[in-house]
Each structure stands twice: as structure tokens, then as C-alpha cells.
């Protein structure tokens, strides 16, 4: 592993699975791809930081009729300057890059749900919308969103599952910190 100081653009692209985030990490040995699941969680902007690179590897894919090769950097742990990215990036025009999830679930590397699919949850504080907390979150993490305590989701955990957990705490009332990658109840 290698620790790098830098900072990670973070961009939203809208796919045919619906919107998701990527990344580009420019360090003073060069600029890297990111695409792993944790930036799902980040709001689009540039965060400077200092970035423990697990693995620097060339990818490459095939998205309407174009080659692209590209090299990844895959990030074992994040600590950034920053809450807050310090500048707006935008949106990338939709369809400029295939979906990560799509690309796990074609190579087979995807990772296993929580417990198979998981059960929508549509309104925070509802009692019974409780009992599918443990579905998509594990208990440990449902009894600490039932008590409004901080929450550190597992980016192991099926690209899917991730992003539905995402939005389950916004709809929960919790907040995305970047600097800690911890949710906090607002």
C-alpha cells in the first residue's frame, strides 16, 4: 500500500441505473480513476486529503463502440481535509461511462447482499418500516439508525445494496461527513 497526499474529484455521471459517483485522484505520481463504492456517498466537489492506495491497475472498457483504458487506483482508506468538497464539479452528461455496478456484476465481482435483496424502507420513524432496517442494514447498523446514533456504512457490501442504504439514511434524516465517511443524524 501507498499513502498519497491529493485530491479526489468526485463527479456525479447519470446511468441507466440511475445516477452514480466516480472519481479522479491527482497525486504527485499521477492522476488515477477511482470507482470505488465508498464514493458513493460523497456530494460532487473536489476534497483534498491524504489517500492509502491499495492497488494501481490498468482497466479497460468498451462503452458505445469506444475503448477506453484507463488506470485505477483502489482506495484501502481515505482521510480528508475537508467536509465539505471546496469547489463544484457538476455532472458529467449521462452516458459518458458505464455504471461500476454494471462492471461487477459482468466480471463476477460483485460482493454478496446483506440478506439477498433488500426490502425498500420508505418513511423514517414509521414502526413498521423498522422491521426492514435489519434487511437492508444488519442489525447492528438498524439498532444504531433506530437510535439516531452515528452510522459508517460497509462499502464491501453489493454496490446496490450500498447506494439503496445511502439513500435510506437521507431519507432517515442523517448526514454524509465526508472527513469522518460517517453519517450523522441531523
Excluded: C
Aim: hydrophobic share 35%; glycine share 8%; net charge negative.
Amino acid at each position: 500500500m501507498i499513502s498519497l497526499s491529493g485530491m479526489l474529484d468526485v463527479r456525479t455521471i447519470k446511468g441507466s441505473n440511475g445516477p452514480f459517483q466516480v472519481g479522479e485522484l491527482t497525486t504527485s505520481v499521477g492522476e488515477f480513476k477511482v470507482k470505488d463504492k465508498v464514493l458513493e456517498q460523497f456530494e460532487p466537489g473536489a476534497y483534498t486529503g491524504t489517500f492509502l492506495i491499495d492497488k494501481i491497475y490498468p482497466h479497460s472498457y468498451v462503452w458505445f463502440g469506444k475503448v477506453t483504458v484507463e488506470i485505477r487506483a483502489r482506495l484501502a482508506d481515505v482521510q480528508l481535509d475537508n467536509d465539505e468538497p471546496f469547489s463544484e464539479t457538476g455532472q458529467a452528461p449521462s452516458s459518458s461511462e458505464p455504471d461500476p455496478a454494471d462492471e461487477e456484476r459482468s466480471s463476477g465481482t460483485a460482493t454478496p447482499t446483506l440478506a439477498g435483496e433488500a426490502a425498500p424502507v420508505a418513511q423514517a420513524g414509521a414502526d413498521s418500516d423498522e422491521l426492514y432496517l435489519p434487511d437492508l442494514f444488519g442489525t447492528e447498523l438498524a439498532d444504531a439508525i433506530v437510535a439516531g446514533a452515528p452510522v459508517k456504512l460497509d462499502p464491501t457490501v453489493d454496490r446496490g445494496v450500498f447506494r439503496q442504504q445511502r439513500d435510506q439514511l437521507r431519507v432517515f434524516g442523517y448526514a454524509f461527513q465526508a472527513s469522518s465517511q460517517t453519517w450523522l443524524k441531523i
